[in-house]
């Protein structure tokens, strides 16, 4: 018989318990919050740190993958919602799926019970498509992804152009976002290619409809050029690393702008 997801986590990394921390995605200049992407940790109950899921997610079976998940939406909206009634925040909230999960039949009445037990709007909230397995060509993935852009949910594709045919998945999938790695957003003056393909993936996108935000962004500079280069969402270390809930409900009902920005 198949383990629970947390059974199997505490098997590769040892007891202990799951939580969230979340990450600022800011518009630049200005330092504004518009969102928070809600990133899974293990803490071991024999180690200080957090395990980063890349420690054991791919040990995880499918049905496994869908349980994190589902711990994950009901947790981080939950959360959200509580951060809300404390700041006034108006921002959205990120959650990571693995393409393997999107056929799902569970995915679509998961989400829609995890909105309504919150009260947290639909269109606050992005399931950010993960590309480290192939997203299934089946036609149940078609009808969540409609199921879900029909409620509100805002569809974006994590790590684009990292991941498996990701010109495909845009097409297949019609996102409203795409997130750029972080392998092609700093660095400009080491690698001047990196320069030209945020600027072909913004007009791209400007086409289609489609907004862009930046990852992994450390360096005033490179968020400098990234917005030079037509992009206002950016998320980084430069405006800051994940924290817990409580730290940027503290931080939002001071100001809420962050310096880095």
Not at 65 to 84: G, K, N, P
Not at 132 to 158: C, E, H, K, Y
């Amino acid at each position: 018989m198949e383990r629970d997801v947390f059974s199997e986590i505490a098997v590769h990394t040892g007891s202990g318990s799951p939580s969230l921390v979340y990450q600022p995605q800011v518009r630049y200049p200005g330092g504004e919050v518009v969102g928070l992407e809600a990133l899974f940790r293990w803490r071991a109950d024999s180690a200080p740190r957090r395990h980063s899921p890349l420690a054991f997610l791919p040990r995880l079976s499918v049905s496994q993958t869908s349980q994190l998940f589902f711990w994950v939406i009901d947790t981080a909206v939950a959360e959200a919602r509580v951060l809300s009634n404390w700041t006034g925040w108006q921002g959205l909230v990120g959650v990571n799926v693995e393409a393997d999960q999107l056929g799902d039949p569970e995915l679509v009445p998961h989400v829609q019970r995890a909105l309504h037990d919150s009260r947290w709007p639909a269109q606050r909230l992005s399931l950010e498509v993960t590309e480290r397995r192939p997203i299934p060509v089946f036609p149940s993935v078609v009808r969540n992804i409609q199921a879900l852009q029909q409620a509100g949910v805002q569809i974006a594709m994590d790590d684009f152009g990292e991941g498996y045919a990701s010109f495909e998945y845009l097409k297949r999938l019609s996102p409203s976002q795409i997130k750029l790695p972080a392998g092609f957003t700093g660095g400009f003056e080491r690698d001047p290619r990196n320069r030209e393909i945020v600027r072909s993936l913004v007009a791209l996108g400007q086409r289609l409809g489609v907004q862009l935000s930046a990852e992994g962004v450390e360096r005033p500079e490179d968020a400098q050029a990234l917005r030079e280069l037509g992009v206002q969402v950016m998320q980084g270390y430069l405006f800051g690393e994940p924290r817990q809930l409580e730290d940027w409900a503290e931080f939002l009902n001071h100001g809420g702008r962050l310096r880095g920005a």
